[in-house]
């Protein structure tokens, strides 16, 4: 398989973004063997590419956390750790009930999960790329007002949690060892930007001003590097500045290029060059979010040098 042909690859680009350079070769472990496990349950694109990436992709990292969590407790070798033993991890918590249609957080799942991580780190491997994934994961969002009655949303944890509890109990040890090898990951993502990387949030309407990202050091606003590692994001100026923006996440960027009008498959070496701007979504959006949706009119004929090809 080729580096485009892993890049393209589903399964393959999810790995790739869990697994940044410097990772724990525990986690890497976990990561292929649950993808792995993912194979037959991976699901099919029956809606927008962006959004069921980052469904499978959740689902995926929640795998590989369950798979290294068992690891650490039953002190056994990842590729010696059995479904049956991950599954019932899983199974054993209260995330798999539903509560009016949201699964219920895991807290037992929660702490297993945390207790694993901090001994990675005490054995002294990488763990703060693992704990930045879990932490992403185990995120709960709130109701914006301490007035509302909402409930808070369910963490992408807990729903993880609660879907695979129940795929699988689908997966026999038959089938499971009749799984074809995961595919290789694929590689960290390397966008070069010819125009500028401009914010796509609160714009004020169709024709709303999206400003440009500026570095810090020298106020340069085009001619970036985008730098995807794993599920982090860094950005050179064209004069040698790396800088990090809150804006800026791996998963944002990939989404912003595979929406891009300019449809471009990253080359052998997991580069891709965007002759114009590149709109990512802004802070506080979802990364399944399109944010090419914020740039209409006169301002995406400039952007795309025409209409917005289908998709």
Same mark, same amino acid.
């Given at each position: 398989?080729? #580096? $485009?042909?892993?890049?393209?690859?589903?399964?393959?680009?999810?790995?790739?973004?869990?697994?940044?350079?410097?990772?724990?070769?525990?986690?890497?472990?976990?990561?292929? $063997?649950?993808?792995?496990?993912?194979?037959?349950?991976?699901?099919?694109?029956?809606?927008?590419?962006?959004?069921?990436?980052?469904?499978?992709?959740?689902?995926?990292?929640?795998?590989?956390?369950?798979?290294?969590?068992?690891?650490? #407790?039953?002190?056994?070798?990842?590729?010696?750790?059995? &479904?049956?033993?991950?599954?019932?991890?899983?199974?054993? @918590? +209260?995330?798999?009930?539903?509560?009016?249609?949201?699964?219920?957080?895991?807290?037992?799942?929660?702490?297993?999960?945390?207790?694993?991580?901090?001994?990675?780190?005490?054995?002294? @491997?990488?763990?703060?790329?693992?704990?930045?994934?879990? #932490? $992403?994961?185990?995120?709960?969002?709130?109701?914006?007002?301490?007035?509302?009655?909402?409930?808070?949303?369910?963490?992408?944890?807990?729903?993880?949690?609660?879907?695979?509890?129940?795929?699988?109990?689908?997966?026999?040890?038959?089938?499971?060892?009749?799984?074809?090898?995961?595919?290789?990951?694929?590689?960290?993502?390397?966008?070069?930007?010819?125009?500028?990387?401009?914010?796509?949030?609160?714009?004020?309407?169709?024709?709303?001003? &999206?400003?440009?990202?500026?570095?810090?050091?020298?106020?340069?606003?085009?001619?970036?590097?985008?730098?995807?590692?794993?599920?982090?994001?860094?950005?050179?100026?064209?004069?040698?500045?790396?800088?990090?923006?809150?804006?800026?996440?791996?998963? !944002?960027?990939?989404?912003?290029?595979?929406?891009?009008?300019? $449809? &471009?498959?990253?080359? #052998?070496?997991?580069?891709?060059? &965007?002759?114009?701007?590149?709109?990512?979504?802004?802070?506080?959006?979802?990364?399944?979010?399109?944010?090419?949706? !914020?740039?209409?009119?006169?301002?995406? +004929?400039?952007?795309?040098?025409?209409?917005?090809?289908?998709?």
């Amino acid at each position: 398989m080729t #580096e $485009q042909s892993r890049t393209a690859d589903p399964v393959a680009r999810a790995m790739g973004e869990l697994l940044p350079a410097g990772g724990s070769m525990w986690w890497r472990a976990a990561v292929v $063997q649950a993808a792995r496990w993912m194979l037959p349950l991976w699901t099919p694109v029956t809606v927008p590419r962006h959004h069921t990436s980052a469904i499978n992709r959740q689902r995926l990292a929640v795998l590989a956390l369950a798979i290294l969590t068992t690891s650490h #407790e039953a002190q056994q070798p990842v590729d010696q750790v059995g &479904i049956a033993q991950v599954h019932a991890l899983l199974a054993a @918590d +209260a995330g798999k009930e539903m509560v009016g249609g949201v699964p219920t957080d895991p807290w037992g799942v929660r702490r297993r999960m945390e207790a694993a991580i901090r001994g990675l780190g005490e054995a002294g @491997d990488a763990a703060r790329p693992v704990l930045a994934v879990y #932490e $992403q994961l185990a995120r709960i969002e709130y109701p914006d007002s301490t007035w509302s009655h909402d409930a808070p949303n369910a963490s992408d944890l807990a729903v993880a949690v609660w879907w695979l509890n129940r795929a699988l109990a689908s997966l026999t040890d038959q089938e499971v060892h009749r799984l074809p090898p995961a595919p290789a990951p694929a590689p960290s993502l390397v966008v070069k930007v010819r125009g500028a990387i401009r914010r796509a949030d609160h714009a004020p309407g169709p024709h709303g001003p &999206i400003d440009p990202l500026a570095c810090p050091s020298c106020g340069s606003p085009e001619g970036w590097t985008i730098y995807c590692d794993g599920m982090a994001a860094s950005a050179l100026c064209p004069y040698g500045h790396v800088s990090t923006h809150e804006v800026l996440t791996a998963p !944002h960027v990939r989404t912003s290029v595979l929406l891009h009008p300019v $449809q &471009i498959q990253p080359d #052998e070496a997991g580069s891709v060059d &965007i002759p114009m701007d590149i709109v990512v979504a802004g802070l506080h959006a979802s990364e399944t979010d399109d944010p090419y949706d !914020h740039w209409r009119g006169r301002n995406w +004929a400039r952007l795309s040098g025409g209409t917005r090809p289908g998709r």
